[in-house]
Each structure stands twice: as C-alpha cells, then as structure tokens.
T-cell receptor, first 111, second 113 residues
C-alpha cells in the first residue's frame, strides 16, 4: 500500500471551510484514496473515497490532483462536531476490509 | 439499520489471563476486520474474516486469534495477556471485499493489570 503523509494538526474557524491535505506520491494506478475520521473515543467513520475524479457527498468533497500524488479533503462549513482526527488511506480495490491507518491530522474547529 | 455491535464495552483482565471479544456486524455484511488502537502505535490492523475464512492478517503474535461464524459474527481472542495488550479493540464490517466503506463499532476498551 502506498504511504500517505498528512500534517499532524490543523485549526479551522467554525463556519469556514476546512481543507485537509494528504500526500500520496507513490500511489499506483489501482489504488483508491479513502478518508476516515475518528472523533474522540469513538470508532472511525467513513467520509469519502475516490480514484481520480473529484467526489462530493453530504459530508465532504475530495479533490484529487491530476497526477494523483496528492489530495485534499474539504469540509465546506466546519462545525465544532467536526473536531476529530482525519485519516487519509490509499488502498487497492478488492482488498477486503484491511485499512492501513497512518497518524492522521488532528483537526480542531474553534468557535 | 443497526450498526456494528461490540461486546463488552469495557474489560479489565489480569496479566496471563485470556480474553474473548465479540463483534456483530451490520446485517448482510460478510467482512469483519479487527484493529488495535493504542496511544503509541495508533490504529493497527489485526486480521480480517470473510465468509468464515481469515483473509488478511496483520503483524501480531500468535496470541491474537479470531474466528467468524456462519452468521458473520466474529470473535477475537487474546491469550496470555500482557500489559502492552491494553488497548481499544475495534471491529469493522463491510459488505463485500470490493470497494466499499467499512463501518466501525464503538470498540472494547481492554485494560490488563
């Protein structure tokens, strides 16, 4: 699995967009980019995933660069409840449930 | 729909004992994975079961084992507990082995004294 690099921590003002970067320069063609988050003392929660096209759902948007070496998770209007550790994971399809978590980015949303 | 259920939520065991943790996946999900989370090592993959067969295994000693039943419920067992086994153990279920999201339970907090 390709390695990912994320900043250890970020701050964001409530109501503003939170942009969380992830570097995955060694990603291969069949690897997807997944984002999960973990709110304190809870199990991780799936946010979004994509291969090469930008993706959007009710929680967030995922922007993947054309060369696929990096991506950005965007929370359009961050709230205090978005304070969590965000994990960027790359994995191949049909790999089952195995997820390799890095250290993630601790996002603090401040009022 | 009901989420992933892990029991018990909290557990205290003595060094040298063994422990069994249980995970009930979301109805219809056939893949169950287990993870260990500690402050020092973060979230680490233990193993995955699909249709009662272990399909993937992480880098943990043989003291850690698991199984899956025909109804997809899964158990993991840790024998000869060590202090370092104190951790949050998380279970995740997913629909198939394809490109699907994993749903995590709330975890079992194991403390070894």
């Amino acid at each position: 699995d390709a390695k990912t690099t994320q900043p250890p921590s970020m701050d964001c003002a409530e109501g503003r967009a939170a942009n969380l970067p992830c570097n995955h320069s060694t990603i291969s063609g069949n690897e997807y980019v997944y984002w999960y988050r973990q709110i304190h003392s809870q199990g991780p929660q799936y946010i979004i995933h994509g291969l090469k096209n930008n993706e959007t759902n009710e929680m967030a948007s995922l922007i993947i660069t054309e060369d696929r070496k990096s991506s950005t998770l965007i929370l359009p209007h961050a709230t205090l409840r978005d304070t969590a550790v965000y994990y960027c994971i790359v994995r191949v399809d049909h790999q089952g449930g195995k997820l390799i978590f890095g250290q993630g980015t601790e996002l603090s949303v401040k009022p | 729909k009901a989420g992933v259920t892990q029991t018990p939520r909290y557990l205290i065991k003595t060094r040298g004992q063994q422990v069994t943790l249980s995970c009930s996946p979301i109805s219809g999900h056939r893949s169950v994975s287990w993870y260990q989370q500690t402050p020092g090592q973060g979230l680490q993959f233990l193993f995955e079961y699909f249709s009662e067969t272990q399909r993937n295994k992480g880098n943990f000693p043989g003291r850690f084992s698991g199984r899956q039943f025909s109804n997809s419920r899964s158990e993991m067992n840790v024998s000869t507990l060590e202090l370092g086994d104190s951790a949050l153990y998380l279970c995740a279920s997913s629909l198939t082995d394809g490109n699907t999201e994993a749903f995590f339970g709330q975890g079992t907090r194991l403390t070894v004294v």
